[in-house]
Each structure stands twice: as C-alpha cells, then as structure tokens.
C-alpha cells in the first residue's frame, strides 16, 4: 500500500497495527486514527486488553466511566480477546512521520472501525479532562 492507495486508507476509523516509542509498551498496538487536523496531524486512539489498568486511571484521576470504551471484539478477526479505547490518551503523529514509518513497512492496515464504536470513543474523548479543547471541537460523530 503506498502513494495515493495508502492515503486512502488515511482517515477517521482506520484501525492500523504498528509499534510506537511514543508509549511505553514495545508491543505492537492496534489504533485507530480519530482525528486529523487541518495540517494533516493524525491522532491515534490505542486499542488494549488491559481494561484494570484503565479502570485505575479512571478512578485515580476522577475522569467520566465513559472514557472507557469497549470495542466489540468479534466484530474484527484480528482482535481474540476483549479490546478496550483509553479515551485519555491519543497518541500524535504527523502525516511524514506516519508515512515514512508505512513505507518502511512498519505498519499494517487492519480495518475500518463500526460507527457506533467510533462514536463511542468521540463522546468519550469529549468527556475527558486530558484531551486539548482543540481537538474536542473539531471531533463530531459519524
């Protein structure tokens, strides 16, 4: 996938599969792109199983039971166990260091996220505390 078919794949609800140092996991993450800002910097929403570790996180910092979104696992072939959306927390990319980590084959498009799903995250990324208001009132529903 590169040149303009990899840009089609560049959009809300593409679900990608690659490792980042911008989180302190060397796992390899499913995630899923929730915005992009007019200057083409992409925001990824990280897919985990540990749903304790965000249930912690909720309840330390008084964040909204809604910015824990679980994704319908059997839904997506690639995903065989329960999946959760830390709605706290986006990972940023520009689109260059995006493409340049695709071209060197470090990324995997997986799928399209569900709608509904995709909403659930944007109402739960609007509820939290952590997320810049920029990126708040540019998120709508689909």
């Known amino acids: ?64 039971v809604d910015t824990m979104v679980e994704l319908d696992y059997g839904k997506y072939s690639f995903l065989k166990q329960p999946t959760f959306i830390n709605c706290n927390s986006l990972v940023p990319y520009t689109d260059n260091e995006f493409e340049k980590k695709h071209d060197r084959g470090h990324v995997t498009y997986r799928a399209k996220l569900d709608k509904d799903e995709f909403n659930a995250i944007v109402r739960g990324i609007k509820l939290s505390n952590d997320i810049d208001e920029e990126i708040k009132s540019a998120l709508a529903e689909i």
């Open 1 to 64: 996938m590169a040149g303009p078919l990899y840009k089609a794949f560049i959009k809300p609800r593409s679900i990608f599969y690659f490792t980042t140092n911008k989180i302190d996991s060397p796992e390899p993450h499913n995630s899923i792109i929730i915005y992009i800002s007019p200057v083409l910097n992409l925001s990824f929403s990280l897919c985990t199983t540990k749903d304790q570790t965000i249930k912690r996180y909720i309840q330390r910092s008084g964040a909204h």
